[in-house]
Each structure stands twice: as C-alpha cells, then as structure tokens.
C-alpha cells in the first residue's frame, strides 16, 4: 500500500511540454453574445495561427465572465493571439487563472469554471505587459506565473480567511 501512495504522487500527474505541431492548444470558453452573429469568423481568428482546437461557446446572457486562463505550454506568440482575441471578443480581462490548476497545452476566455480564491485580479498595464511581443515564451509565462499568485487569505462570511486554493 506504500508503494502505491509513492507512485501515485502529483509529479507523475505533470506534462512535459510537448511542441504545439504534435499537441495542439485547445482554446475554450464564451465570447459575447454580441458577436453572436460573426461567430463563425471568431472561431477562425481564433484558430488563425494554427496549432489550436477551437471550441467556443456565445455567452447565453450578454457579457461573459472577465477571466482567462494560459497553459504553462502555451507559446508566447499563441498566448498573445488569444489574450488580444479575448480583450476583443468577451467583457474584458480582470483576472488570471493559476497555472497550477490546468492542463499546459489549455487556454480558457471567458470562462466561469474557476472560483475567485484560484484567480488574482490584473490591471490594465498588467495585461499590457502580457501582450508584449518581445517577450520569450519563458519570459511570458514568468511574468503571468507573476500576475496570478493568489492572495493567502480571502473573505469568508465577514472574516479573512486562510486561501485553501493557495499554491505552494
């Protein structure tokens, strides 16, 4: 039963980077339903660059949620096509998802699967950073990595709470 619990361990779970030409990057989420109509010609630009897996959804009620969330193995020059798209195509971008809780090859837009204590709030110039086009693809991901730590406590029924979500 030892034995097991050690092969059983999180860094077993972790996947190499694998290039975008042999594991493409899946872009999922919502677009405004504003853009309802043009959504055809969305999912194209989003999958311009090649490489991707589009599955976007329109929004059921208006603006989508302001949240994106960038694989560990996405390539710089991807990440800044979908980042850009996004600012487009959803409410905006206000909050980073937490490397540690998806897949490297994964980005999301829009996207509402996430709970606020595995986000971290960005502004504007922060996303601007991001969208820098001479930045590398490590020096992209460090600078995210860098914008999304979550804060050690969040609120809970009127008090600070420890952050369960937060990774160490």
């Known amino acids: 039963m030892l034995t097991f619990l050690f092969?059983?361990?999180p860094a077993w779970a972790a996947d190499d980077c694998v290039p975008v030409d042999k594991k493409p990057v899946k872009v999922e989420g919502w677009i405004s339903?504003?853009?309802k109509k043009e959504r055809k010609q969305i999912f194209k630009e989003f999958g311009a660059l090649g490489n991707t897996k589009v599955r976007l959804k329109v929004f059921p009620m208006g603006?989508?949620?302001k949240v994106v969330a960038i694989g560990r193995c996405v390539p710089a020059y991807l990440a800044r096509h979908i980042l850009k798209l996004a600012l487009d195509y959803t409410a905006g971008v206000e909050s980073l998802v937490n490397q540690a809780f998806i897949s490297?090859?994964?980005t999301g837009i829009g996207t509402t699967m996430f709970d606020e204590p595995s986000q971290q709030k960005v502004d504007e110039a922060q996303v601007k950073a991001?969208?820098?086009p001479d930045?590398?693809?490590e020096e992209f991901h460090a600078l995210y990595q860098k914008f999304s730590v979550?804060?050690?406590t969040v609120p809970f029924v009127g008090l600070d709470r420890p952050n369960a979500k937060?990774?160490?």
């Open 104 to 106: 490297g090859h994964w």
């Open 33 to 35: 339903k504003k853009f």
């Open 166 to 168: 937060q990774v160490q």
């Open 7 to 9: 092969i059983v361990s």
């Open 150 to 152: 979550q804060d050690e």
């Open 130 to 132: 991001l969208l820098n």
């Open 63 to 65: 603006d989508t949620a």
């Open 135 to 137: 930045l590398s693809t």
